[in-house]
């Protein structure tokens, strides 16, 4: 189940018309595409980030659907009227400010995603840092920690500097259950959060880390 994550601005006024937009749409179209499974709208200091799970083979089958689409396309165009992109300059092949997926555990589909809440949190990174980063989540994901966590998936993308980690939860907020782990202070969630302190720096020093997702819909 490949997640197609993009990335762009936005402000207060304009994301309310991107909901709206995306509202109208997944109620009316979104039925229309039964390999479309969720999709989910944050936003974070001045951010935007868009998570759509697909039921394809791969993130290329998924992106190919959405680029060869012709009311998929004009959704995005749609949206590209509220929605900016996070650097003009920059030229995107496929149409789509895609983040790249660097690291995914576990690699199963996930169930009921209605009752499931992803966290997003927020951070700078380097491209050359993406083998270390991986190295820590596969260690800590190898031990038992994740499923007491309550993780049922984690993904690590990276876009133009910006270090997205997703972990999907089930049945609870994911602010609750960072909060938890913090206060359980378990070893190997202090140890790691140490680790990549350094390698992943805010984005923004004032704003915390965990974006806030002001849209969801899931088949």
């Keep these: 189940m490949p997640s197609i994550v993009t990335v762009g601005k936005t402000d207060d006024a304009t994301v309310t018309e991107a909901v709206k937009i995306l509202k109208e749409f997944d109620e009316s179209v979104s039925p229309q595409f039964p390999q479309l499974l969720r999709r989910q709208l944050y936003t974070y200091c001045g951010l935007y980030v868009q998570l759509q799970d697909w039921d394809a083979p791969d993130e290329a089958a998924a992106v190919a659907r959405l680029t060869g689409d ?53 951070n700078r990174m380097e491209t050359s840092a993406i083998p270390e980063v991986s190295r820590l989540f596969a260690n800590l994901d190898a ?45 190997r969630f202090l140890q790691i959060v140490d680790d990549l302190t350094p390698l992943v720096p805010p984005y923004d020093a004032s704003g915390g880390q965990l974006a806030t997702r002001v849209y969801h819909w899931a088949r």
């Design 70 to 122: 012709e009311r998929l396309v004009a959704l995005d165009r749609r949206l590209a009227g509220v929605l900016s992109p996070y650097d003009p300059e920059v030229e995107n092949p496929s149409g789509l400010s895609l983040a790249e997926r660097f690291y995914l555990w576990p690699g199963e589909r996930l169930d009921d995603l209605q009752q499931v809440h992803a966290g997003v949190i927020v």
């Design 143 to 187: 031990t038992d920690f994740p499923r007491k966590m309550g993780t049922l998936r984690r993904q690590v993308f990276l876009y133009q500097g910006i270090y997205l980690h997703i972990q999907d939860f089930e049945r609870q907020d994911s602010k609750e259950v960072i909060g938890d782990a913090w206060k359980e202070s378990d070893p």
